[in-house]
């Protein structure tokens, strides 16, 4: 069963918005802090956003500050509103569940803070 499930991807044009929630699956997620990961064909897993299990603290890839905002809600499902977006926004978008601990700070940026993934849901902006 996977842990994490990803929804609201699809097909934008350029200067658009979506908005892709991830939602918790057979388990909770409370204890979590929650990122979204990108992923373009040919190149690796990068970082996108990351929230803290409290939600007082965001973190942002430079590409995407001031034009993708994270957030959560009292259910702990996770949202990406993504505006103005980009061609090169294009990606599958992964969220994914990191236990807060001290090092999850230093690290936010990195897969290996994290320890569940979801599938992954498709983002396509069009030109």
């Known amino acids: 069963q996977v842990p994490l499930v990803e929804s609201g991807g699809g097909l934008v044009q350029a200067g658009g918005s979506l908005r892709p929630s991830c939602a918790a699956s057979?388990?909770?997620?409370?204890?979590?802090?929650m990122g979204w990961f990108r992923q373009a064909p040919g190149t690796e897993r990068q970082f996108v956003a990351a929230?803290?299990?409290?939600?007082?603290?965001t973190w942002y890839a430079p590409s995407v500050k001031d034009r993708f905002t994270i957030s959560r809600d009292s259910a702990n499902n996770v949202y990406l509103q993504m505006d103005s977006l980009k061609p090169e926004d294009t990606a599958v978008y992964y969220c994914?569940?990191?236990?807060?601990?001290?090092?999850?700070?230093?690290?936010?940026?990195?897969?290996?803070?994290?320890?569940?993934w979801g599938q992954g849901t498709q983002v396509t902006v069009s030109s």
């Open positions: 994914a569940a990191g236990l807060s601990t001290s090092d999850f700070y230093s690290y936010y940026y990195s897969e290996k803070a994290y320890d569940y």
């Open positions: 057979g388990r909770t997620f409370s204890n979590y802090n």
């Open positions: 929230i803290s299990r409290s939600g007082s603290r």
